[in-house]
């Protein structure tokens, strides 16, 4: 059974920059693609970031593209997202997740493992 732990989430000011880190066991990292997905209240969940198996392609939305990075270490098992800029809007909580073989790094059915989650909070 695979399991993602996120860690970092916080109460931040606009402006700042704040780093998420995900930690995996239990299935052979390196052969998944992994992303991150967010969902603040009242909001459908939303595509945050996603990163291929070896590291060498990443994708995000325009709501964050320029501002948030991906990145991961197969050698750590782990997925980190970076986050500079923050603003109000990014409010949400921040889910680890771990792809299927098939689908669309896009939307969230093609990722079968979901983390708990981490609280991160942008003041403004």
């Known amino acids: 059974q695979v399991q993602l732990v996120e860690s970092g989430g916080g109460l931040v000011q606009a402006g700042d920059s704040h780093r998420l880190s995900c930690a995996a066991s239990g299935r052979s990292f390196s052969s998944y693609a992994m992303g991150w997905f967010r969902q603040s209240p009242g909001k459908e969940r939303e595509f945050v970031a996603a990163i291929s198996r070896s590291g060498i392609s990443t994708y995000y939305p325009d709501s964050v593209k320029g501002r948030f990075t991906i990145s991961r270490d197969n050698s750590k098992n782990t997925v980190a997202l970076q986050m500079n800029n923050l603003k109000p809007e990014d409010t949400a909580v921040y889910y680890c997740?771990?792809?299927?073989?098939?689908?669309?790094?896009?939307?969230?059915?093609?990722?079968?493992?979901w983390g708990q989650g981490t609280q991160v909070t942008v003041s403004s």
């Open positions: 997740v771990s792809k299927r073989t098939w689908g669309s790094y896009y939307t969230d059915t093609s990722y079968d493992v």
